[in-house]
DNA sequence: TACATAATGTAGCCTTGGCTACACTTGAGC
DNA sequence: GCTCAAGTGTAGCCAAGGCTACATTATGTA
């Protein structure tokens, strides 16, 4: 009694494109980590002259020893040079990725309060939505915030 | 040469504010899996009269045996329903989640076409931004959408 | 009814990203 | 120049969420 429903095909949502999008969320995802701490290490860098582990941790809201293994794997994609028990600096391929960040983070943040909600709970938001936040939508955003 | 620069502290973001944010985000992301599911779930119901293991993994674009481990977790976390070998039912916990997603998801989706932006972007966006959007962004997107 | 095929389930591997507990370096100050 | 606290590094645990390969069940059809 279940076979018999299994021919239409009229999804809400088309399933190709629903499993689309959610790979791409996934790729996302995965450049999310990266993308965080590229930027906080250039906030860091900037404000302090130097980026340590510890202040990324304390920034990240994690524990050094996170902090320590995501290093590694940054400078194994190339985007930081680390070395034992020195500063934390970024490589010009690192460079790059934080100021496209930080230029998308401010465009983000400004676009939600320009919609009225307020100054923390739109960096809040923003924290999480900027990562998933196309070049198109932040071209949409950016011409909404011209207006 | 280094502990020069250690004093200051005048940081262009409060690490406490980004770590809090941060924090929040990977809050979120614990529950984006469950949501997705939920939602999918609910649509491929609506639209077959039931939702088979193949067809969420078909919608979700993971392979089955992703499904099946994530629908263990989600029976355990008392969303959804499962029986060996049978089709797969929300609990009303489930239906009420899914309810929501969906709910939000349309007002996510309005808003960024409102904003010119194509529909299937605004539906790729919209997949990743989603789970990031608190009640009281979304309550502005609502408020753009009805002027 | 039997069987082939599709659907489902299981075993076990990988990576990421959390954590605690413990070990080792560095460097500021006595 | 020593010492000790802070910073940093390492070992090893856990859960989530991907995967392939293989085993098992259900079922439409010959």
Redesign the interface.
């Known amino acids: 009694m279940?076979k018999?429903?299994?021919a239409?095909?009229?999804?809400?949502?088309p399933?190709a494109?629903?499993?689309?999008?959610?790979?791409?969320?996934r790729r996302?995802?995965a450049s999310e980590t990266a993308e965080?701490y590229v930027e906080?290490i250039a906030?860091?860098t900037?404000?302090?002259?130097?980026a340590r582990v510890v202040?990324l941790a304390?920034?990240?809201?994690v524990t050094h020893v996170t902090v320590n293994r995501t290093l590694a794997r940054l400078q194994r994609e190339g985007y930081v040079s680390v070395q034992p028990y020195r500063?934390i600096f970024l490589t010009d391929r690192g460079r790059t990725l934080a100021a496209e960040c930080q230029h998308r983070h401010g465009i983000v943040v400004a676009f939600?309060v320009s919609?009225?909600?307020?100054e923390?709970?739109?960096?809040?938001?923003?924290?999480?939505?900027e990562?998933?936040?196309?070049p198109?939508?932040l071209a949409?955003?950016a011409?909404?915030l011209a207006k």
């Open positions: 279940k018999a429903v299994r239409p095909r009229k999804p809400v949502r399933s494109l629903q499993a689309e999008s959610l790979q791409q969320t996302e995802h965080d906080a906030d860091l900037a404000a302090h002259g130097e202040d304390r920034r990240l809201g500063a939600l919609l009225g909600i307020p923390k709970s739109a960096e809040i938001d923003a924290e999480g939505i990562h998933h936040v196309s198109a939508t949409a955003f011409r909404h």
